[in-house]
């Protein structure tokens, strides 16, 4: 039963994942951590490696769609390194409750900035009557 | 800013933020893709899963070093994620791009009440 409901909240993470541009780990986690019993870290580490052929499939298709710049995304990824070694060995090292609530806060940000963009597309130029 | 610098920007804050919190780094990769680098929401889903499939690449193989990874759960949630994405990619070309913008923004909203109370 636990093992259906992880199976289909992660058909979830890939529908989000395929729709959205992300990998899928936002659902990944707690579908490990919560169905499957993993420790935290244990759920974003098996994460990582679902997320893999996740975000191949995806950019395959997408790649037919037109809408992937294969150079530009390979150069990001390939990019990244330093900042995964930071990332990865942080997570095993530190507490992480700051660390999210700064994250947190710092999506919330981003949320608002996009929300924006993608009303501003919508209506032309409004100025702040659209504050939600 | 060399174009070349701004790609590594976004790949080392998106590579911190995947190895930080086992995400894929697409939370961060695009919106800074439409916002700073102007790509159309499309465009900037469709680069960002190139970007995540070489990132969480090279987390995995450092997360692996610490004995973390478990290949049959991963199966067991990535499996059905890739006729997910499949399904998720198709409905995505039906969507106005602004559509896919306040998404999103839904979605970044809703990891930070996550990461706030799980």
Known sequence: MAELAAALLGLAAGVVGGLLGVGGGILFVPALAIFLDQTQVEAEATSLLAIVPVAIVATWRQRGYGNVRLREGLAIGALSGLGVAVGVVAANELSQRALELAFAGLLLLVAARLAWHGLRTETGSERSSSSE | ?118
């Open chain 2, 1 to 118: 800013m060399p174009r070349i610098l701004q790609l590594a920007l976004i790949g080392t804050a998106a590579g911190a933020f995947s190895g930080l919190f086992g995400v894929g780094g697409g939370t961060v990769i695009v919106p800074l893709l439409i916002l700073w680098l102007a790509y159309g929401e499309r465009e900037a889903t469709g680069t960002s899963l190139a970007a995540i499939a070489v990132i969480a690449a090279y987390a995995v193989a450092l997360q692996s070093a610490y004995g973390n990874v478990h290949v049959g759960y991963a199966a067991l949630v990535g499996v059905p994620a890739i006729a997910g994405a499949v399904a998720g990619t198709a409905l995505q070309q039906r969507l106005p791009e602004r559509a896919v913008s306040l998404l999103f923004a839904g979605l970044l909203a809703l990891i930070a009440i996550e990461l706030i109370v799980v």
